[in-house]
């Protein structure tokens, strides 16, 4: 649900972002043209018979085997990863952004120390809302021009660019209830922090802690999708420079609801993902932090919309861990997410 608190800002600063062009969040459907052998060969062995911390951990490496963390590798290797989380904005996600913020510097450390050979990073966060703000822009009208107990919110200038009101964009300036309320200091110059940022936990702590002022019907699949296309990838876009081909991708999508605001289906979300990699659906990994109300003893309360939509998706890719958005901290669920993207690494072979 949708709090309806007044956010506390810093002064806005102008920020150009170039495209202002809606993300192709609604490419579901369309996406479904793709070829169906995209998905041949994809299964899902998950068991969702448990609720302790480890067992609501599912992990998936795909119905060969390679996936095992101690056979070696087949490939080349990666030599770069790109790291997209969504993350859910609502207003009962609070809780869970300061969980995942905690569980990131050990989760980053831990693949610096893991994949040595693969120290060339992308990281972007993108929230479920397009909207940027929060309450504020809807009460400025009433109150003369400025928000109440917030007189620098930056009511007659809008947002720094269209990019921050595009679902998908990479987020450097969480604004709203239990946000940053701050431009995060991206060194590498766009929507996104890179291997050249000094202190890569705090930057993803600025971002990462998108609020709660987002729209109480999430659309975190078309964020996902939106912050893959092709239209805020090319020149001038939103996400520019952000997926690279060389480079295997990892998601990480946080929401405690089912998608009921996202277009299309799980089908055609997979295959705008995969889309995005060229079709290689094994230089994707996916993580789901996701309800669990499909195991026995589930720690997400009993009133959450089960996730089936959403468990579908996650299941569909080969390489793929579903944990409970309820624990109180992710890190076991990082620990295990590690060892699944080493071994992505060590089987990747870039395109050409």
Known sequence: MK???????????????????????????????????????????????????????????????????????????????????????????????????SSFPGF????????????????????????????????????????????????DTGPPSACDTTLGAGVNFPLGSDATNQLCAFTSGRRFMDATQPDLSAAFQCAAKVGSDGDGNEKAMSALVGALSDELAQPGGCNEAFVRDDAILVVTFITDEEDNGSTGVPEGWYANVIASKKGDQSAIVMLGLINDLDVPAPLCPAESDDAVKLRTFVDMFPNHIRGSVCEPNYNGFFEQAVALIDQTCDDFTPAG
């Open 3 to 101: 709090r309806p608190v007044i956010v506390l800002i810093v002064n806005a600063v102008a920020y150009a972002c170039g495209d202002s062009r809606e993300p192709a969040a609604d490419a579901g459907s369309a996406a479904l043209s793709i070829s169906a052998s995209l998905g041949d060969g994809v299964t899902s062995d998950a068991s969702d018979d448990g609720a302790s911390n480890d067992d609501d951990v599912v992990l998936d490496v795909g119905a060969d085997g390679a996936g095992s963390a101690d056979d070696g590798g087949s490939g080349e290797g990666c030599k770069k990863v790109d790291f997209l989380f969504v993350i859910d904005n609502s207003g009962s996600m609070s809780d869970e952004q300061d969980a995942l913020i």
């Open 108 to 155: 980053i450390q831990t693949i610096q120390a893991t994949l040595t050979e693969a120290q060339d990073y992308h990281v972007l966060v993108a929230d479920t809302d397009e909207a940027w703000g929060g309450e504020c822009p809807l009460l400025c009208g009433f109150f003369g021009g400025t928000c109440p107990d917030i007189p620098n919110y930056p009511c």
